[in-house]
């Protein structure tokens, strides 16, 4: 699987929309994005994936730019239950094979 | 919403001991893993499962490991003999094919 870069931190106020970025320059064509959350001592948490278009689902949006260098999560009105870790993954999609997580991204909701 | 359980969420285990560790996938998923995560660390791949037989497996999972699907709904995680780099959370993950992985809510492993 491609790598990606992740800023290891991010805050956002309740009710704004939490903008998280993701680099993943080196992704081929057959791989998608796909972004999971692991709120503190729980599982991990599919959110959405896509391959070029951008994608919204009831959790969230995903926006990735047209040379699909980079993606942005977009978690549009943030509240504090969104506190977690963000783990923007870059795979080959239907795929059976294991998840590589990295480090993501701690957001932090503010009151 | 089906979910994948996990048993216990939390076991305390003396170093040497076994334990089993135990998961029940979302019924119609086809493919298994187990994952772990030591305390704020990355969560780690262990081993995936299909067809009654291991896919693939990190090189975390040595002769002190095994799994098993004993029957229809449960599928296991032993370790033999436990030290104290065991303690960890454990993540049971299952999938039906080429959809996301659901992931349990973890056991929390404790080796004194």
């Known amino acids: 699987d491609a790598k990606t870069t992740q800023p290891p931190s991010m805050d956002c106020a309740e009710g704004r929309a939490a903008n998280l970025p993701c680099n993943h320059s080196?992704?081929?064509?057959?791989?998608?994005v796909y972004w999971y959350r692991q709120i503190h001592s729980q599982g991990p948490q599919y959110i959405i994936h896509?391959?070029?278009n951008n994608e919204t689902n009831e959790m969230a949006s995903l926006i990735i730019t047209e040379d699909r260098k980079s993606s942005t999560l977009i978690l549009p009105h943030a509240t504090l239950r969104d506190t977690a870790v963000y783990y923007c993954?870059?795979?080959?999609?239907?795929?059976?094979?294991?998840?590589?997580f990295g480090k993501g991204t701690r957001l932090h909701i503010l009151p | 919403e089906p979910e994948v359980t996990q048993t216990p969420s939390h076991q305390v285990t003396q170093m040497g001991q076994e334990v089993i560790l135990r998961c029940v996938p979302i019924?119609?998923?086809?493919?298994f893993y187990w994952y772990r995560q030591i305390l704020g660390q990355k969560v780690e791949f262990l081993v995936s499962?299909?067809?009654?037989?291991?896919?693939?497996k990190s090189e975390i999972f040595d002769d002190q490991f095994s799994v098993e699907r004993p029957d229809g709904s449960n599928f296991t995680l032993k370790i033999r003999s436990t030290k104290l780099e065991d303690s960890a959370m454990y993540f049971c993950?299952?999938?039906?094919?080429?959809?996301?992985?659901?992931f349990g809510p973890g056991t929390r492993l404790t080796v004194t």
């Open positions: 993950a299952s999938i039906v094919s080429g959809y996301e992985q659901y």
């Open positions: 896509g391959l070029k």
């Open positions: 993954i870059v795979r080959v999609a239907n795929r059976d094979d294991k998840i590589i």
């Open positions: 080196t992704i081929s064509g057959n791989e998608y």
């Open positions: 499962f299909y067809n009654n037989e291991i896919s693939e």
């Open positions: 019924s119609n998923h086809l493919y």
